[in-house]
């Protein structure tokens, strides 16, 4: 079957860095997608990779693994604003999103 | 408009009744997507569609209709509707349907069925 795990929850310091993991067993890759999605609201693109390694944009960057199934999300300078749940969705063989359930993140003074 | 827009924002229904949830891009995008949202569980993908006048079955289609006469507005229509279909619902669209397009979404409809 196809499944996407990340931890449920996780809490860090504003200032701090923090890293959300995702591992992902689907049929097929066809790259993998970090959303954003702020309580009550849509979620937004942060990132997508397809090739392995590191992307930077910004405070944020995105590390891919194909042969481990697994991506993390690095978030850095910490800001209050970064409190949200950050999505991990990878792309199939028949080119759907399967989603994972988010982790929540929270950022304390 | 800018961007994708559903209507309503909320809504309490009749265990039931009918109820078309409306979502309009002004993006020219090719594919649109509706998805439900529950507490625990990922976005899944009810219905899609890769392009005016052809849809497809996602993942949890059943109860759930679609159409997409047009490449701006793609509604989901509840025929009959159950609590168990109370979620929120987001609209999302993107250029293509292919592996490497951002998808864009709505800001939602939150749905109650008692």
């Known amino acids: 079957g196809q499944n996407i795990d990340q931890p449920t929850e996780m809490t860090a310091t504003e200032g701090a860095i923090v890293q959300i993991n995702c591992t992902y067993q689907?049929?097929?890759?066809?790259?993998l997608f970090w959303y954003q999605q702020h309580a009550g609201e849509a979620p937004t693109f942060l990132s997508y990779?397809?090739l392995d390694g590191l992307e930077e944009k910004g405070r944020f960057s995105s590390f891919l693994s194909r042969s481990k199934g697994y991506s993390y999300l690095l978030l850095k300078e910490l800001q209050m604003k970064d409190s949200a749940s950050y999505l991990c969705?990878?792309?199939?063989?028949?080119?759907?999103?399967?989603w994972g359930a988010g982790t929540k993140l929270i950022i304390k003074p | 408009i800018a961007g994708i827009t559903q209507a309503p924002t909320s809504q309490i229904l009749a265990a039931g009744r009918r109820m078309t949830l409306r979502c309009t891009q002004d993006?020219?995008?090719?594919?649109m997507y509706w998805y439900r949202q529950d507490l625990g569980l990922g976005l899944r993908l009810i219905h899609y569609?890769?392009?005016?006048?052809?849809?497809g079955k996602g993942e949890v289609p059943d109860g759930y209709s679609v159409s997409r006469a047009n490449t701006d507005d793609f509604p989901l229509t509840l025929a009959s509707a159950v609590p168990s279909q109370t979620s929120v619902y987001f609209c999302?669209?993107?250029?293509?349907?292919?592996?490497?397009?951002?998808?864009?979404f709505g800001p939602g409809t939150r749905l109650t069925v008692l």
């Open positions: 999302a669209s993107s250029l293509t349907s292919g592996d490497t397009d951002t998808q864009y």
């Open positions: 993006m020219r995008h090719n594919a």
């Open positions: 569609s890769n392009t005016a006048g052809t849809t």
């Open positions: 689907t049929s097929g890759f066809n790259g």
């Open positions: 990779n397809v």
């Open positions: 969705a990878v792309t199939d063989s028949n080119y759907q999103l399967i």
